[in-house]
């Protein structure tokens, strides 16, 4: 189950996605009191990214390790185990039975919560047909998003485009995590299922994850306090 958000700042995650642990360093620090959790994903993480991790955990701040994990069972529950004794708050697989048996059981009783990748935000219809998928994305969601409710996981990272129909599947005790969240004007980059941050919180996602709309405005702290204003915004009108 999901964890209930008492600090509001806990529903922007900034992705950092930048390519050494000092950038990164630099970014928290500009960034400030502002924001309390972080992505870490395969550049940084593959940057000695994890030694990050454990300073920004022990710092007080919630930190995602975002590397979508799909494997044999064996593996993946291994793999998760190490990061929920990393003190990790979120940590991410790909919505496969297999996969997301193992993660329930490599997470144990940890406070480690578990999140289901449906399909990718950078993925439309086309992009699903070519990797052979027979289904669209709508119902590729939807029946990912039950198979990671019954195998027992505590939240599915979608599009904001899905988010609405992925709350009624999940009900509403676990969390809805959204990429794909661009402020009016911002480029959208390779992202395909894309929303603004007022929409995705008021389609019923819990946290934004946001990346280049930060990490690359020429202020980044200024880019993430308006990001969380518009949050704000839609609660209130919620
Ligand atoms: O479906 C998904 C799953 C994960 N991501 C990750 O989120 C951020 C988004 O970064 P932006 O720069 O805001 O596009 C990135 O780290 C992805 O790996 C996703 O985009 N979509």
């Known amino acids: 189950m999901s964890v209930p958000i008492t600090d509001p700042r806990d529903r922007l995650i900034v992705a950092l996605d930048l390519p050494s642990v000092g950038a990164a360093e630099s970014l928290v620090a500009q960034l400030g009191d502002a924001v ?3 992505k870490i994903g395969y550049e940084l993480g ?10 920004l955990i022990a710092d007080g701040r919630k930190v995602f390790i975002d590397f979508k994990l799909h494997d044999i069972g064996n593996t993946v529950a291994r793999g998760i185990a190490s990061l929920a004794a990393l003190g990790a708050s979120f940590a ?5 039975p297999q996969t997301l048996r193992a993660a329930v ?3 144990g009783d940890s406070a480690l919560r578990l999140l289901a990748v449906t399909v990718l935000t950078s993925y439309d219809e086309a992009d699903l047909r070519a990797a052979g998928y027979g289904a669209g994305v709508e119902e590729t969601v939807a029946r990912r998003v039950v198979q990671a409710r019954e195998a027992g996981i505590d939240g599915i990272v979608c599009a904001p485009t899905d988010a609405t129909r992925v709350r009624t599947l999940l009900g509403p005790d676990r969390a809805i995590v959204t990429p794909g969240v661009r402020p009016e004007g911002a480029a959208t980059g390779d992202q395909k299922r894309v929303a603004t941050p007022f929409a995705a919180i008021r389609a019923g996602a819990d946290h934004l ?3 280049r709309p930060i990490v690359a405005a020429p202020d980044p702290a200024a880019a993430a306090r308006a990001v969380q204003a518009e949050i704000a915004a839609a609660l209130a009108a919620s």
């Open 92 to 96: 991410t697989v790909h919505a496969y």
């Open 209 to 211: 994850v946001v990346g």
């Open 105 to 107: 059981e490599g997470r």
């Open 46 to 55: 593959f940057a000695g990214g994890l030694g990050l991790a454990r300073e």
């Open 36 to 38: 309390t959790f972080y």
